[in-house]
């Protein structure tokens, strides 16, 4: 685990130096009327800077690639319970940020491109608040949320096969709170739950959200160098790391 944390940390590290930017064949495309992009959705990792982090190939999620305001953000789990743990499981959800001043908000979702892979998804966000305070502020209260949701599963009407998540591991260290994820948890016979990694970090005025959803199994000979314990956390830092950079 070490060795495989040391070569992520050492190429992402790479890939900040060199000033990793978008490519044409690993980057969501925007439709010509999606007007201006916001800064901050140019420091999210495209699909070929995924790929060479995390030994796999990506392909964008259709349709997902977003940035505005409030209203971009999600709200399909909003009848979760207990409330204050929807934002553990789902990252940039409306009912999370509801009350926060956002400025403005980029998200992006790639998917595995092949089938003997580690990883199905990863999910990136970032959040940006009026200033530095609101945003301290806010990772205060969202890393209290997640350390009570520890051990507790999220539920969701109706309870189906995927209406269980159950939440474990809440860290938190160098302004990161992270957790591991069990989605689909639930008492169904013939059905896998979903292992995933969620991590929010804080840097300036901005908060970064990353969630990386793992295979439920996976051998030797499949495509990827992911760990669930440490991955979505790099991830994190290193979009951190690309937002400071930025001045």
């Known amino acids: 685990m070490k060795s495989s944390f040391r070569s992520l940390a050492a190429l992402i590290a790479v890939l900040l130096t060199a000033g990793c930017t978008e490519t044409t064949s690993g980057t969501a495309v925007l439709a010509p009327s999606a007007g201006r992009v916001p800064p901050i959705k140019r420091v999210l990792f495209d699909g070929t800077a995924l790929a060479r982090l995390l030994g ?7 349709h997902y690639s977003e940035f505005g ?4 953000l999600g709200s399909n789990w909003d009848n979760g319970r207990p409330a204050d743990c929807i934002g553990v499981v789902h990252p940039m959800q409306r009912v999370t940020y509801a009350s926060a001043p956002i400025q403005e908000t980029a998200a992006e979702m790639w998917v595995h491109k092949g089938d003997s892979v580690k990883v199905d998804s990863v999910e990136q966000g970032i959040v940006e608040l009026r200033t530095v305070a609101d945003a301290d502020a806010l ?3 969202f890393t209290a949320q997640w350390q009570r949701c520890d051990g507790t599963t999220l539920m969701v009407e109706p ?3 995927w209406g269980a998540d159950a939440i474990s591991d809440v860290r938190v260290s160098d302004s990161v709170v992270a957790a591991t ?4 948890s639930g008492p169904h016979d013939g059905l896998n739950a979903i292992p995933e990694a969620r991590a929010l970090g804080v840097k300036g005025p901005y908060l970064v959200e990353v969630r990386v959803e793992f295979r439920p199994f996976y051998g030797p000979g499949d495509a990827g160098n992911a760990d669930i314990n440490t991955t979505a956390i790099d991830l994190t830092h290193a979009l951190m790391d690309k937002l400071n950079a930025r001045g």
């Open 139 to 141: 990772f205060v209260k």
């Open 181 to 184: 994820v069990s989605r689909g």
């Open 56 to 62: 796999q190939p990506f392909q964008p999620y259709p």
């Open 69 to 72: 305001g409030l209203d971009t």
């Open 159 to 161: 309870i189906d096969a």
